[in-house]
């Protein structure tokens, strides 16, 4: 009777021990696949190709020798896609052939791609291996200037304008028309009938931009009204489209899928950007340096600013918007249903407001949507683009959903949105600085920081299969199952990169992880000396040890979460690895090991009889 | 017995005072090199075909009009020269970069400007993030602890954060975000340690036979029952930490040295800090007695 008893509770425990067993093993099996791919990391090759509207005339042969008498080996050279990949014996100069290459053929399109080297069925899995920071994988570096000056000036233009538009209104026909002068102040002329429309004109202004200071001269019978900025608000404008600046940029990075990416202001005017991996720079470039701004204006007949559109019409609209870009709470590119992209647009409630507001009086009118751009023309002068991209007759009372339709293509509608997610800027930004950084220097980071790991990795090892012998196995099994499921889980989570510091986390977590195990082993040997037999003292070990090592766990993570919020950089490549750590820590050393000492000492059992 | 751990605790505790106090001074007196991430400023990172010592190069920068420099030879033979922003500007580190060159025949292998105004950003984020670890570290504590052993494990913590910033001022190396990094987790590990006591204080306080010993010998007993776990755990982490210090490369230097004194100080302290002070408050089988009296029928009903 007892045996059997003894037969089914021992069953039972199997059974439920299989159903574990079997998870945890998916698990392992699982994450070992997702860590393969850092087995074959991607290497960089040059791509080959002619520019639009031209034949590629450059022939396999004379590309190596172009290449090769510059002192670039030449790994081999593969025809792809009617231009050629070039792999290069030393990666690290992949980049230094590439601007090689273009300056010999400025009719060749020469960019560096990161082509993955994994065989087959794993390509097919669609895993990639972990994203390394740009101090271990070379990157793109960029410094912006924020143009603040170009943003005040236009401010005062648009001051200009509207003064402008309400000269008109009110057929003030003794004024001049406004105008900028020294790119510091509007400037507006009313001869001797005119005094009384200036003064008027003067007040509505004031009502319109209280922070504007005014100052009338007389000279002769002329009398000049200058408005401008004063001194404490310029700084404090300054101060406002730097950080806008700022923040605008971090959401574009987020929006481009770079967690990695370093985002700081340098100096009075400048922004500096790292983006870590990236070997093309264009996509980033087009993303970041755009200054795109997008209004949404009522139309005039007289007057106004007036706009091009796509096909080169003239439009004149209200120079006051009717709600700005800010408004934009999130915006999605889509298409409708004759197929033709369009952003789909969701407004804050105060730009729903206005839109509803003026969309109530306005049904049946036209509404012109205004997208603005700097760039820097080729006399390095920074010019500003403004275009109608769509004009739309309002067909109800819109809220604070509405599309922008007819969009030129998927890709513009995509980009667009992108941009109108990411929050406007006032100020123009320029690239003044950019740099591809080459991964030698990451290469012997990448050596320096795994041969710390291997040092660290087999001292703990050593220590655990000399101290604990037996135990010390089942130790080092969860501890090299862990540094696996580490790596698997980091190159399975999007947005993890590794970085230095992030090697420095891996390390730290290998020697921080055998806690969990010496936790447990110390309870055992204490159980085991007071007499409980090897099996008992395991089961009770690991209960007994439970609350130990949750409060162990918790702790760190506390720090690393912190860390994670708050820092940025480097120390979130740190804070990342010990994050994860603590997760894999816990799963290999009280599950996977659980399960291997109960086996272990099972089977030892069963043996012995 | 008896007495002998307790002789070698109160030294520990004496010890630990001593240490922060001398720390504390040494940071009002010499400060704390805050590294570029925090003042911004230039680094230039050369490399000089010939070998100078120290002072041959500080005396040759010096010619070249370069002073308040913090000069460095790394590990790898570079020189690394961090120049505050208020002390030159871009075209003398331009030039004095030339006047190397053609001189020394020295390059320039990295190179790097940084705003002043970035720096106070990072304080305040630096010190938001430290703040915000501490708070929520000590809500924690709060929560999972009897307050005496809670106050003694953030004594241990402020003791172990302050000598390593005092190592930090002593040595006068730079101290930047990666050893933010590191004091954070430093913060993690000690409390870890304390609490590990803590618990084998609090477990053993439970147990008949020691519900009528003074508290001093039920501590000792703790600490003797955890000081494997304590040791092992900690010499592990050494060990990899070391390993990270020896050829990880320069940028992680300063970070493992955080670590390694962090952990170093954070184990004495857990036996000589969080473990003794409570002693001292009048910690007793008593304050769990009310707390848990269901648990302790519990127990007094067990054979």
């Known amino acids: ?609 | 017995m008896k007495s002998n751990m307790q002789h070698i605790r109160l030294i520990g505790l004496i010890l630990g005072v001593v240490l922060v106090f001398a720390s504390l001074v040494t940071i009002a007196q010499k400060g704390i090199a805050f590294g570029q991430d925090f003042t911004g400023g230039y680094v230039t990172v050369i490399d000089v075909p010939k070998s100078v010592t120290v002072d041959e190069m500080q005396l040759k920068l010096h010619q070249l009009g370069v002073d308040n420099a913090r000069i460095d030879l790394q590990m790898d033979g570079s020189w690394r020269i961090f120049q505050t922003p208020s002390s030159t500007n871009d075209l003398k580190v331009k030039e004095w970069n030339s006047e190397l060159n053609s001189q020394w025949h020295a390059t320039v292998l990295d190179a790097s400007y940084l705003g002043a105004q970035v720096g106070d950003e990072l304080i305040e984020q630096g010190g938001l993030a430290g703040l915000f670890a501490l708070l929520s570290v000590l809500l924690y504590l709060a929560c999972r602890f009897e307050w005496r052993l809670a106050v003694s494990a953030s004594i241990a913590l402020f003791h172990d954060v302050v000598i390593t910033l005092g190592l930090f001022s002593a040595t006068q190396v730079e101290f930047d975000l990666t050893v933010l990094a590191a004091l954070l987790a430093i913060i993690g590990y000690s409390l870890n340690d304390s609490i590990v006591v803590g618990d084998r204080v609090r477990e053993l306080l439970f147990e008949e036979r020691y519900k009528q010993a003074p508290v001093a010998k039920v501590i000792d007993q703790a600490i003797k029952d955890s000081l494997s776990r304590t040791l092992i755990t900690s010499l592990t982490t050494l060990a990899t930490v070391l390993s990270i210090w020896w050829l990880a490369g320069a940028g992680l230097s300063s970070f493992a040295m955080a670590l390694c004194c962090g952990i170093a100080v954070g184990t004495l302290s857990s036996l000589a800090i969080s473990a003794t002070l409570p002693q001292f408050m009048g910690l007793s089988y008593n304050n769990y007695r009310k707390e848990e009296s269901e648990a302790t029928k519990k127990q007094l009903a067990e054979p």
């Open chain 1, 1 to 609: 009777m007892q045996n059997i008893e003894q037969l089914n509770s021992k069953h039972g425990m199997t059974t439920s021990s299989r159903f574990k067993k079997f998870f945890t093993a998916i698990i392992i099996v699982i994450l070992i696949i997702c860590a393969t791919p850092n087995l074959y990391p991607n290497k960089n090759l040059i791509q080959v190709q002619a520019s639009a509207n031209n034949v590629l005339v450059v022939s396999v042969p004379e590309l190596k020798n172009n290449l090769e008498n510059e002192g670039f080996k030449v790994k081999k050279v593969i025809s792809h896609q009617g231009g050629y990949l070039v792999e290069l014996e030393n990666r690290a100069l992949t980049a230094e052939a590439r601007a090689h290459i273009a300056a010999l053929h400025n009719e060749l399109n020469v960019k560096v791609i990161s082509a993955s080297t994994m065989p087959l069925w794993l390509e097919y899995t669609g895993l990639k291996p972990i994203k390394l920071g740009l101090d271990l994988d070379g990157g793109v570096l960029f410094v912006l200037k924020v143009d603040v000056e170009q943003a005040m000036l236009s401010q005062l233009q648009s001051v200009a304008d509207e003064a402008n538009s309400i000269r008109i209104n009110n057929r003030y026909r003794h004024l001049s028309s406004p105008q900028v002068v020294n790119a510091q102040e509007v400037e507006i002329v009313a001869t001797v009938q005119g005094k009384t429309e200036l003064q008027a004109l003067s007040t509505t202004l004031r009502d319109r931009y209280p922070h504007l200071s005014s100052n009338r001269k007389a000279h002769g019978s002329l009398t000049t009204l200058t408005l401008s900025f004063p001194e404490a608000k310029k700084i404090e404008l300054h101060k406002q489209l730097m950080t806008q600046a700022l923040s605008t940029l971090r959401s574009r990075i987020e929006e481009l899928g770079i967690t990695e990416a370093v985002t700081q202001r340098q100096g009075d005017n400048y922004i500096r950007i790292e983006l870590p991996g990236v070997q093309d720079p264009d996509q980033a470039k087009r993303i970041i340096g755009a200054t795109a701004k997008l209004s949404f204006h009522a139309l005039q007949t007289a007057g106004g600013q007036r706009i091009k559109d796509k096909l080169g019409n003239v439009i004149n609209i209200d120079p006051t918007a009717i709600f700005g870009g800010d408004e934009i709470e999130s915006a999605t590119a889509g298409r409708d249903e004759y197929g033709k992209p369009l952003v789909e647009l969701f407004l804050s409630s105060s730009g729903g407001k206005k839109i509803n507001h003026f969309s109530r009086q306005n049904v049946g009118k036209p509404m012109a949507t205004v997208f603005a751009q700097y760039y820097v023309s080729t006399s390095g002068e920074t010019k500003k683009h403004t275009e109608v991209i769509s004009v739309a007759t309002i067909q109800q009372v819109l809220n604070t959903r509405f599309s922008i339709t007819n969009m030129q293509s998927m890709e513009r509608a995509q980009e667009l949105a992108l941009l109108l997610r990411a929050g406007s800027l006032d100020a123009p930004i320029t690239i003044v600085k950019e740099q591809t950084i080459g991964p030698s220097l990451g290469e012997k980071n990448i050596e320096s920081g795994f041969k710390a790991l291997a040092l660290g990795l087999s001292i703990t090892l050593l220590f655990m299969a000399l101290w604990y012998r037996k135990l010390g196995v089942i130790a080092i099994i969860s501890l090299l199952v862990n540094l696996v499921c580490l790596i698997g889980l980091m190159s399975l989570l999007p947005g993890v990169v590794l970085t230095l510091p992030g090697i420095a986390g891996l390390v730290l977590t290998i020697g921080m992880a055998v806690d969990t195990n010496v936790i447990i082993f110390e309870r055992v040997r204490e159980l085991r000396s007071k007499g409980a037999t090897m099996v008992i003292a395991l089961k009770q070990g690991y209960q007994q040890a439970m609350s130990s090592i949750v409060d162990a766990n918790l702790t760190t993570m506390i720090t690393a979460l912190i860390l994670l919020g708050i820092g940025y950089g480097p120390v979130k490549g740190f804070a990342i690895t010990l994050a994860l750590g603590i997760v894999t820590s816990i799963f290999a050393g009280v599950i996977v090991s659980g399960l291997l000492s109960e086996s272990l000492y099972s089977q030892q059992r069963q043996g012995g009889k």
